[in-house]
């Protein structure tokens, strides 16, 4: 069954730092999502891509973020100066947006912790 | 801002009996509903959906029932079974290609 990758599972960077969490959608999926959940907290929406562009962001998805779909499979998220409270698991999750039964898929997470 | 709610932290049932889930909601213009269960060090994995066309929506051991007028939503698992153990997240979207408002999740104990 096809399934939504991302690596690394688990990145440890210092403050300050740039990271680059890497996802591949499900292939034939056209919208992509990126969401994360702070320890204890719940599961949050940061942002949405389809046809190459952001469709919508949240408050959180700052300047401090991107995304970048660079070569049809790859779907990535960067952070550009990552902060302590920055630390949370990072989910990539995508949709086919065909119609019918239309369900995010969602990757098992890059755990990302910021000292 | 919690627009879904889910009011349980923990739920505790035994095998075989009926585990009952439930969730709120705020937003109207919210038009589809998703449940997700999720095992630590895992992603969010779809159970079950319902548009809100419908009332009821079932898929083997799994039911969801929407009341719109109350806002409010169910997951019904029956027979419970030892691996349905985990964190269940009730979540909403506008239309079936939005983002998704998750809550903050019930974290379901399937007691032997």
């Known amino acids: 069954e096809p399934e939504v990758t991302q690596t690394p599972s688990h990145q440890v960077t210092q403050m300050g730092q740039e990271v680059i969490l890497r996802c591949v959608p499900i292939?034939?999926?056209?919208?992509f999502y990126w969401y994360r959940q702070i320890l204890g907290q719940k599961v949050e929406f940061l942002v949405s891509f389809y046809n190459n562009e952001i469709s919508e962001k949240s408050e959180i998805f700052d300047d401090q973020f991107s995304v970048e779909r660079p070569d049809g499979s790859n779907f990535t998220l960067k952070i550009r100066s990552t902060k302590l409270e920055d630390s949370a698991m990072y989910f990539c999750?995508?949709?086919w947006g065909g119609g019918g039964n239309n369900e995010q898929f969602f990757g098992p997470g890059t755990r990302l912790t910021v000292l | 801002d919690q627009q879904v709610k889910q009011n349980s932290p923990s739920l505790s049932v035994q095998e075989g009996r009926i585990s009952i889930l439930n969730c709120d909601y705020t937003?109207?213009?919210?038009?589809?509903f998703l449940w997700y269960k999720k095992y630590p060090a895992e992603g969010p994995t779809f159970l079950i959906s319902i548009s809100s066309i419908k009332d009821k929506n079932e898929d083997g051991r799994f039911t969801v029932f929407l009341n719109k007028s109350a806002k409010h939503l169910s997951l019904h698992i029956v027979p419970s079974q030892p691996g349905d153990s985990a964190v269940y997240f009730c979540?909403?979207?506008?239309?079936?290609?939005?983002?998704?408002?998750f809550g903050k999740g019930t974290r379901l104990h399937i007691l032997p």
């Open positions: 937003n109207s213009m919210f038009d589809y």
């Open positions: 999750a995508s949709i």
């Open positions: 979540a909403a979207s506008a239309n079936r290609d939005d983002k998704i408002i």
């Open positions: 292939s034939n999926h056209l919208y």
